[in-house]
């Protein structure tokens, strides 16, 4: 027997198992399909099965032993050709360092010198004892292969030519970098960094795909990467062309050359290599450098076991692949840290593409490709067949802020068919309760498909600009796909309704209640709980609008049913209707007598079961602005009020960011040391999901601006509050709150700053609005007109500040009764106008 290169072993070593592994008649059949196919392989495996048969090697045995006194013999006579060629000259080429031998060729680092001209390149030569007409065949196919392709992510082809001995050479691009397993092992900590150098593997191979051309060899060898993070494929010595009519090679090549640990199952049977054998090999690349393992538990050293495993057996998950190697006591921190970012969406990306079957693997590279980039941005994968609930998952951990808007009724339906539901029916409906949760999860089941219809693509194509625009669209496409079920309908109306309330937005509210209240006209008595919700919520929205008339009828309506239903004293709906009573206490203006009320429902309300609702929420914020001025003894209540809000919507819903926002924003002269980094949290968020021009953003905008006003940097909160009012002036309607307020807060830093007129001009703006909107005898109204009768002041312009003055303290004479804190308040700005002005008449 002469002597075998390597290389050649690694290809005939999986046939000669499995051909001892045959019974007589199936061997020949086997031995005839390669004859066909690869008649110079074939001869090379007769050798070897004479061989065994000589040496008395068992059948089934690992065949290894056998050729290893071949072996042995070429690789040290390569081995001393290879070193002695260093230094020598190829062509225009001086070699200066061997980087790597195989049985095919050897790989030098080479020099080419000439005037104004400098380059390092890899030359790949013949080795001489082994330049048979089908190696250099071979060798000159992965030349053309190379000189066709042109990509970022694929080394490339630059020159080539013959030596002295007869054999040839060619030059490509020397990649300084070690192989991609090793490069992550000392640089790649995380799986989201290994999964972005995978898929500029995917985008080489992706493009030799697109070019006619398998790889057949993938393996981290020959992947390199550079210390800057470049990445290489390198090594097309076995890629073989495709028929571009059927996307198989254009010849069978029996299992022919591979590598036994990334071979796909078809390289093994003797089947078709087509793109999906590069998928495969890509797939067991993947799982090697996220799991730190191979796919099968299987030895791939004998040859046999692994071929079985490979055909026969189903790869390990991901996560097993890491146990086991987290299990290790020599396992690096960070390998065992990787197991946790492993996830199912990843595991079955790779499960995909080790599929057995090539037509149940990805279609192309194309579609791999888009997968894992779907985990990277955390959008749903293709490779997962999930139900709804998955797609709404991934939705909503994308774009947290700017999704969870629209996706609040799902939470809150989710929280409705757990804790709350279960508080409704505390009273004489326990037989319904089971009735009751079906129907809840029937309705968010709905409310997924629905909002998901869009799909992530529109998401990108319409995305929303605020937390109350995607609640907008999210409310539009639920009621459309509930429209034809009365009580889904019903139970969606009310969460969506509450979510408008929560994010200040009650004349939104109020007008999807009343449209749902009234398609429910004709509808059966049945559905007297959802009616009852939808009554409690409608009287909230009104009277957070100051909309006296309506909320005390639709509060009668609510107190009706909820007599009728026998509910107890502690049920969340008793305490919903107290807390109408208190807003309208406030509307009214009498503080005071809603501090009152909202101090005894703290007490009675404050008890397992209720301390933790929505409800219970709410009325911890009421009680604190009932008191016109925030203690440090409220703090606590403001930030236990936020924190029920984010348990149940989450910490990044818009509700609870804006729950946040308020506390930093009323407790400004207590505020937490963190404040800023809560801030610069939400600034974030809210600029990633919906840019520098939402409205969300200028509410951060006004917070920084209070809190510099706050700190005595008036410069510096004008310049917030401007912005934050430029922001509102494009992106909301004329004489909505927001941008009032927006020019509320402008005016008085202008006022701080001694720019009286330019005060006066945004003043004005804001009392005509809130004349529209609060009715001319609010108290906001009053406030307003103080603040302007003190610009007249300073402006000399007594007459009009005198004139200013009177309406404001007639106008709380009038509303409020002579006696109100507020009229002591302004007659003392005003005797500290008219002494102001006498100082400077004299």
Known sequence: MHPMDPERWQQLRPLLDRALDLSGAERETMLAALHASDPHMHADLLRLISGAARS???????????????????????????????????????????????????????????????????????????????????????????????????????????????????????????????FCDAHADTVAARVHLLLRVAAALAYA??????????????????????????????????????????????????????????????????VATDIYQFGALCFRLLSGCLPYRADPDNSLEWARAVTEQEPLRLTQARALRAADVHATLQARARKHQLT?????????????APDQRYRSMDGMTADLQAFLDGHPVSARHAGPLYFAWKFITRRRYAVAASLL??????VIGTAALHQRYLAGRETDRATREVEVHTVTRAMLTDLLRAGPASATANRPTSALQALDQGTERTLHALQGNPQHRAIASSVLAESYLDLGHAQRAQSLLQNTLTTLADEPDSLHLERLQLE????????????????????????????????????????????????MLMHKGTASEARELTNQLLRDYDVPGLRDTLE????????????????????????????????????????????????????????????????????????DSFGDLSPDYADILDLRCADAAHAGQHEHAEAYCRHALAIREKATEPDSVDLTNARDNEGAELMRLGRPAEALAQFELVLDARKKTLGPTH????????????????????????????????????????????????????????????RLSL
């Not at 989450?650 to 963190?674: C, F, K, W, Y």
């Not at 500040?801 to 404001?808: D, G, Q, R, S, V």
Request: negative net charge.
């Open 56 to 182: 008395g090697l068992a059948d089934g045995q690992n065949a290894t032993q056998l050729a290893s006194s071949w072996l042995q013999p070429s690789i040290n006579a390569e081995t001393t050709l290879d070193t002695e060629r260093i230094g020598q000259r190829i062509g225009p080429y001086r070699l200066t360092r061997l980087l790597g031998a195989g049985g095919m060729g050897a790989v030098y680092l080479a020099e080419r010198s000439e005037t104004g001209f400098d380059q390092q390149v890899a030359l790949k030569v013949v080795r001489g004892a082994f330049a048979t007409t089908a190696i250099r065949e071979r060798f000159e196919h992965e030349r053309q292969i190379l000189a066709g392709l042109s990509h970022p992510n694929i080394a490339a082809l630059f020159d080539g030519g013959q030596i002295p001995d007869g054999g040839a050479y060619y030059t490509m691009e020397y990649v300084d970098g070690s192989a991609i397993t090793e």
């Open 344 to 356: 199912r969406d990843l595991d079955a990306i790779v499960r995909k593409a080790l599929a057995k």
């Open 409 to 414: 009724a799902v939470a809150a339906l989710l």
């Open 616 to 687: 219970f929420a709410q009325l911890l914020r009421l009680n604190v602005y009932a008191q016109r001025f925030v203690e440090p003894d409220d703090v606590p209540k403001l930030e236990r009020s936020w924190r029920i809000i984010a348990a149940h919507y989450g910490v990044e819903s818009p509700a609870a960011l804006a729950a946040q926002r308020l506390l930093l924003g009323d407790s400004l002269t207590h505020r937490a040391a963190d404040a800023d980094a809560v801030l610069e949290h939400q600034e974030s968020v809210v600029r």
């Open 536 to 583: 409690l919520l409608l009287a909230r929205a009104a009277a957070e609008q100051g909309d006296v008339d309506i909320a005390r009828r639709e509060l009668a309506a609510a107190g009706t049913m909820i007599d009728t239903l026998l509910l107890p004293s502690d049920a969340p709906e008793r305490l919903a209707a107290q807390l109408v009573q208190a807003v």
């Open 779 to 838: 108290v906001n109204v009053f406030v307003v007109q103080i603040e302007i009768a003190q610009i007249h002041c300073q402006l000399n312009a007594i007459a009009s500040a005198l004139t200013e003055f009177e309406k404001a303290i007639s106008g709380l004479k009038t509303g409020y009764g002579p006696m109100s804190a507020d009229e002591a308040v302004y007659a003392a700005r005003l005797a500290t106008c008219l002494l102001d002005w006498k």
């Open 209 to 274: 795909h697109q070019n006619l051309i398998v790889h057949r060899d993938i393996k981290p060898s020959n992947v390199l990467v550079t210390s800057g993070r470049d990445v290489k494929l390198v090594d097309f010595g076995i890629a073989k062309l495709l028929d571009a009519s059927t996307g198989s090679v254009m010849t069978r090549a029996g299992i022919g050359p591979m590598t036994p640990e990334y071979a796909a199952p078809e390289q093994f049977r003797n089947e078709a290599i087509t």
